[in-house]
């Protein structure tokens, strides 16, 4: 039986598993990842009764569909998240942002209201954001509002587009918002998102990576704890993408851990993790 202590993955297999990886999607799997790469894999050898590390590898790559690349992916990302994680970012939202931004849209006479959740896991933070934008445009009229919500990880992507959540998972949304946006779940120990909520988001795979099949202009744009997982050459293509698809006056947000520090950009920094987009 493998443990977790055995060394399975040695060092050929690490560097050829973090090549393929940062090829594919940008992930730098340096060696401080080594633990987490050598937990995940033994239990992907455990699962498929592999003996080797080198076995496994081989059965990923023998597969032309990508699907059990993709799946390895899966496997090596982290998806920690939550409703209204790092709240300071949704209240700078609806405190200071939005009735700006409501403004502006009634005087360029605009109801389009567009974010980009980029690296949305299991669907917390874009259906945060969904709340935090209804409830900035109630009683103010019909808006148009839509949130794209991407991921590189099909297996999240479905739990959020589910849309079910364990109640413990939302006991940090307020309990008038918890009425109004989510309804009962399939059992006794879920929630449901609402229709609401669902209405305004649409969730899609993307690598961020590869081409984006859209262009925006979006007004708001959350990649939080995501670039973290990248090398600054990397971080830096995904700042300026992200500049490019920005309207003028709109906002990137990033992680608590993550800075534009060292990147050449041309975002002004408004405060920590949070930068607009000159109009």
């Known amino acids: 039986m493998i443990g977790l202590n055995d060394n399975i993955v040695s060092d050929r297999d690490f560097v050829m598993i973090s090549d393929l990886v940062h090829q594919h999607c940008g992930i730098n799997l340096h060696d401080g990842k080594r633990e987490l790469v ?47 994680r790092e709240s300071n970012h949704f209240d700078f939202l609806s405190e200071q942002f939005l009735h700006t931004l ?64 364990d109640k413990s ?42 081409d984006w099949p859209f262009s925006g202009p979006f007004d708001v744009i959350f990649c939080r704890n995501v670039m973290i997982y990248f090398d600054k050459p990397t971080q830096q293509r995904l700042v300026n993408r992200f500049y490019d698809v920005l309207e003028g006056g709109g906002l990137l947000f990033t992680g608590h851990s993550e800075s534009l520090t060292g990147i050449n950009h041309k975002f002004n920094y408004v405060r920590p993790t949070i930068y607009v987009k000159p109009s």
């Open 102 to 165: 409501i403004e502006r849209k009634r005087k360029q006479h605009s109801t389009r209201i567009r974010a980009w959740s980029a690296g949305c896991s299991s669907g917390e933070e874009p259906y945060t954001l969904a709340i935090t934008l209804l409830e900035a445009v109630e009683g103010q009229g019909s808006w148009d509002i839509k949130i794209l919500a991407t991921d590189i990880s099909r297996k999240v992507l479905a739990i959020a587009q589910n849309g079910a959540y």
């Open 169 to 210: 998972r939302v006991e940090k949304v307020p309990p008038m918002l918890r009425s109004k946006y989510f309804m009962a779940g399939p059992d006794r120990e879920h929630v449901q998102v609402g229709t609401a909520l669902r209405n305004t988001i649409r969730f899609n795979y993307l690598n961020l990576q590869e």
């Open 38 to 84: 050598q937990a995940r894999i033994a239990k992907k050898l455990r699962l498929g009764g592999f003996s080797t590390a080198s076995q496994y590898i081989d059965h990923v790559l023998a597969d032309k569909s990508g699907e059990r690349f993709r799946d390895l992916v899966d496997s090596l990302s982290t998806n920690l998240t939550s409703f209204f």
